[in-house]
């Protein structure tokens, strides 16, 4: 079982920053990690991935504005988002796949207004 706390997100204006953090707790985690958002009316859409080695790959809607990283406890991820545009609104959600299964967060809403 794994267990995935997001926190971070909020109100910003357009143009604004916003970073959201990803703690995993838990037995099986293989490291490899990944961030979604889901908006209103909307399909959840994969926005970012980080890989247990560290590498990173990125939605081309965020490319060059979002950054996900790892932590130094390699069990926390963030999401250092900039430039941020309304189209961005949504409800972002940390995911990780073990063995065992697949495991999400409760979410962090991100809402930017223009």
């Known amino acids: 079982q794994v267990q995935l706390v997001e926190s971070g997100g909020g109100l910003v204006q357009a143009g604004g920053s916003l970073r959201l953090s990803c703690a995993a707790s838990?037995?099986?985690?293989?490291?490899?990690m990944c961030w979604y958002r889901q908006a209103p009316g909307k399909q959840r859409e994969l926005v970012a991935v980080?890989?247990?080695?560290?590498?990173?790959n990125y939605a081309d809607s965020v490319r060059g504005r979002f950054t996900m990283s790892r932590g130094n406890a390699k069990n926390t991820v963030y999401l250092q988002m900039n430039s941020l545009k309304p189209e961005d609104t949504a409800l972002y959600y940390c995911?990780?796949?073990?063995?065992?299964?697949?495991?999400w967060g409760q979410g962090t809403q991100v809402t930017v207004s223009s």
């Open positions: 995911n990780t796949r073990t063995i065992a299964g697949e495991y």
């Open positions: 838990g037995s099986g985690f293989s490291g490899r």
């Open positions: 980080i890989s247990s080695g560290g590498s990173t």
